[in-house]
Antibody
Framework: QVQLVESGGGVVQPGRSLRISCAAS????????MHWVRQAPGRGLEWVAV????????YYADSVKGRFTISRDNSKNTLYLEMNSLRPEDTAVYHC????????????????WGRGTLVTVSS | SYELTQPPSVSVSPGQTARITCSGD??????AYWYQQKSGQAPILVIY???ERPSGIPERFSGSSSGTIVTLTISGVQAEDEADYFC??????????FGGGTKLTVL
């Protein structure tokens, strides 16, 4: 069925880097903008970043700007999040999520989510 | 920073109506969205643009808006509706913002 599956999470030391991935299946991935949303233990959801359908536009939350990079490979139906200079407060389950419209204008909400991958930043 | 406020928990008996509120100063000017998340599962969109229901979502789920408060209503609650519910809107820059979530318990 239509789904998003995240991978690549794990335990990483503060200041180090990690790249997580999101594999899309059974929909036209290249037509949709894609987001990353994180959920810290005991806290709510926090939007992290978005990339347009063709990768030409990217936007970030202030909390990760300059440290995280969102990218995509439409030939592989895969979304990525490169996380550098990781901090303990980046510890969270990271979900990828689909923006519902297939136009250049983002809808800024999420009609399909993955289960997430846990990133733990700890020494 | 902009905040959306939800009650931490709501409890109802099966067959009753559950109402989950979300308050925020910008809600009169921004759409609200609602997500259901069961333990260990991916969130699911249950209401978009204040009151629209995606295909596949049961009719017992509805949304409404009044001033700075939006409400998710679940009529005839079933045991399977037990989950966390999150509201979402946007801040002044258009970036998504979420409420803290409400745990719905079906007694």
């Amino acid at each position: 069925q239509v789904q998003l599956v995240e991978s690549g999470g794990g335990v990483v030391q503060p200041g180090r880097s990690l790249r997580i991935s999101c594999a899309a299946s059974r929909f036209s991935f290249s037509k949709y903008a894609m987001h990353w949303v994180r959920q810290a233990p005991g806290r709510g959801l926090e939007w992290v970043a978005v990339i347009s359908y063709d990768g030409s536009n990217k936007y970030y939350a202030d909390s990760v700007k300059g440290r995280f990079t969102i990218s995509r490979d439409n030939s592989k139906n895969t979304l990525y999040l490169e996380m550098n200079s990781l901090r303990p407060e980046d510890t969270a389950v990271y979900h990828c999520a689909r923006d519902p419209v297939t136009t250049r204008v983002l809808a800024w909400y999420f009609d399909l989510w993955g289960r997430g991958t846990l990133v733990t930043v700890s020494s | 920073s902009y905040e959306l406020t939800q009650p931490p928990s709501v409890s109802v008996s099966p067959g009753q109506t559950a109402r989950i509120t979300c308050s925020g100063d910008a809600l009169p000017n921004q759409y609200a969205y609602w997500y259901q998340q069961k333990s260990g599962q991916a969130p699911i969109l249950v209401i978009y643009k204040d009151s629209e229901r995606p295909s596949g979502i049961p009719e017992r789920f509805s949304g409404s808006s009044s001033g700075t408060i939006v409400t998710l209503t679940i009529s005839g609650v079933q045991a399977e509706d037990e989950a966390d519910y999150f509201c979402q809107s946007a801040d002044s820059s258009g970036s998504p913002v979420f409420g803290g979530g409400t745990k719905l318990t079906v007694l």
